[in-house]
């Protein structure tokens, strides 16, 4: 079974960069994009897998709820945000390079970011909260599986920001 679990992490991590790149913001290299269904079929795959991998307890599945809520709460915050920017880029599309660097308003950009960041900083706070009764019933095991797939996204997350700025060294 747990030969299983893990391939299973594996096989979604691998797959996960090309799917958060479908994410990112449209421009001519990543014209893809997920539907609201793709999306959500893989916050349910990611959950499934976190679960599986965990393999949690009677008890423990008590404690699940909140869990998958907070990861909903915040794959749909993701979600909104990057629409936010699409948005923005989006109303841009029509001007040239010059034009936009001539209209563009640093202090409305760094109000946006400060409103992701708080955003962002409130989702995993959330998240925190609602993993600590769950994680504080965890054995050393699942602990330790927790752990392998914190590092697993963790790396996973640092491949895609590395695709991105170097897509955006590309076209630059």
């Given at each position: 079974?747990?030969?299983?679990v893990?391939?299973?992490?594996?096989?979604?991590?691998?797959?996960a960069p090309?799917?958060?790149s479908?994410?990112?913001?449209s421009?001519p290299?990543?014209?893809?994009?997920?539907n609201a269904?793709?999306?959500?079929?893989l916050v349910?795959?990611?959950?499934d897998l976190?679960?599986?991998?965990?393999?949690l307890?009677?008890?423990?599945?008590?404690l699940?709820?909140?869990?998958?809520?907070a990861?909903?709460?915040?794959?749909?915050?993701?979600?909104?945000?990057?629409?936010?920017?699409?948005?923005?880029v989006g109303r841009?599309?029509?001007?040239?390079?010059?034009?936009?660097?001539?209209?563009?308003d640093?202090i409305?950009?760094?109000?946006?970011r400060?409103e992701?960041?708080?955003?962002?900083s409130?989702?995993?706070?959330?998240?925190?909260?609602a993993?600590?009764?769950?994680?504080?019933t965890?054995?050393?095991?699942?602990?330790?599986?927790?752990?392998?797939?914190?590092v697993?996204?963790?790396h996973?997350?640092?491949?895609?920001?590395?695709?991105?700025?170097?897509?955006?060294?590309?076209?630059?």
């Open positions: 079974m747990m030969k299983i893990v391939i299973g992490t594996a096989a979604l991590l691998l797959a090309s799917i958060a479908a994410q990112a913001p421009s290299a990543t014209p893809e994009r997920l269904v793709d999306r959500n079929t349910d795959m990611r959950i976190t679960k599986a991998a965990l393999q307890t009677p008890d423990q599945e008590k699940w709820p909140p869990v998958e809520s990861i909903r709460a915040r794959a749909e915050d993701r979600r909104a945000r990057v629409a936010k920017i699409s948005e923005t841009r599309a029509d001007q040239n390079a010059v034009e936009t660097m001539r209209n563009r640093p409305a950009f760094l109000q946006r400060s992701a960041l708080a955003q962002r409130a989702d995993l706070d959330k998240l925190a909260e993993w600590q009764p769950l994680y504080k965890l054995n050393p095991e699942q602990r330790q599986r927790m752990g392998a797939l914190a697993l996204v963790l996973d997350m640092s491949d895609v920001v590395e695709r991105r700025r170097a897509q955006a060294e590309d076209e630059d």
